[in-house]
């Protein structure tokens, strides 16, 4: 089993920065990906950035060109910068965990609590 613990969000306004962190440990195996997914009110959860173990990043639409994801895997930790934030990315920001061949199933792997970021106009 793997924990995550997720800091870093808050109230920016637009056109402002903040970073996320995600922590994880427990049972750390080779072949992982890390992810950050989001929520906004009144919408579906999904994907905003993931990354493999091996450095391969992937991004949702709506956020390339502001948001990175990078990662060290000597402390197991996920890092989402993000920049030109604007009040549609406010949302509940998740974090997870999961190996490669079960990341389709939102059902495995694990998931933090949440962390809120809230963009004002």
């Known amino acids: 089993q793997v924990q995550l613990m997720e800091s870093g969000g808050g109230l920016v306004q637009a056109g402002g920065s903040l970073r996320l962190s995600c922590a994880a440990s427990g049972s750390i195996r080779s072949g992982n990906v890390m992810a950050w997914y989001r929520q906004g009110p009144g919408k579906q959860r999904e994907l905003v950035a993931a990354?493999?173990?091996?450095?391969?990043?992937n991004y949702a639409n709506s956020v390339k060109g502001r948001f990175s994801i990078s990662r060290d895997n000597v402390i197991n930790t996920a890092l989402l910068q993000m920049t030109s934030l604007q009040p549609e990315d406010t949302a509940l920001y998740y974090c997870?965990?999961?190996?490669?061949?079960?990341?389709?199933?939102?059902?495995?792997?694990?998931w933090g609590q949440g962390t809120q970021v809230t963009v004002s106009s």
């Open positions: 990354i493999t173990d091996t450095g391969i990043p």
């Open positions: 997870r965990y999961c190996l490669g061949y079960e990341c389709t199933d939102w059902a495995s792997g694990s």
